[in-house]
């Protein structure tokens, strides 16, 4: 699958609506929404960066594998709710919405995604909370959620569907 570099993407508007992370293949595979993404270009490539915290399950499966997706959608806002507040720790999540599994190039979509990022990961990082504002420390990593920190993975975009 080659990447059509044509297209023209809104990448301020690309995360502006949650989106799924997806990793594994169509036998084993987890998804989650996210809020928090970019595209861009690094090393010369074209690129999209997610944020994945240490919790969340999908951390797992996108750590195992080289490749995971990123699928856009119009709408779907209460299924996209749903996966992004239940674990697939607990059973197969996607059944309990409206969302239909489909294999794509190394990797997982949706049939109802408007558009699929096909991403190769290049680069691995956990955030570090000394280098954060600490305004953002406090909203995003207090409470509930101290020590539950982002990781940040930056991959290359090798293909959409």
Known sequence: MEFNKSEKYDVFECFA???LVTAGDISDYNTMTIGWGALGTI???SAC????????YTLEFIDKNEYFT????????KDLGY???????????????ALTPMEV?????????????????LYRQEMDLSA???DDVGRYY?????GNVHVMFIGEVEGTV
């Open 142 to 146: 207090s409470g509930a959620d101290e």
């Open 17 to 19: 609506q949650p989106a």
């Open 132 to 134: 954060i504002p600490a």
């Open 83 to 97: 996966l992004g507040s239940h674990s697939g720790r607990d059973g197969d999540k996607v059944a309990q919405t």
């Open 70 to 77: 990123v699928s856009f959608f119009d709408g779907c806002k």
């Open 43 to 45: 090393w010369g490539k």
């Open 105 to 121: 190039p190394h990797g997982v979509s949706f049939k109802e995604a408007k558009k699929t990022l096909v991403v190769r990961k």
């Open 49 to 56: 960066t997610v944020y994945v915290r240490l919790s969340r």
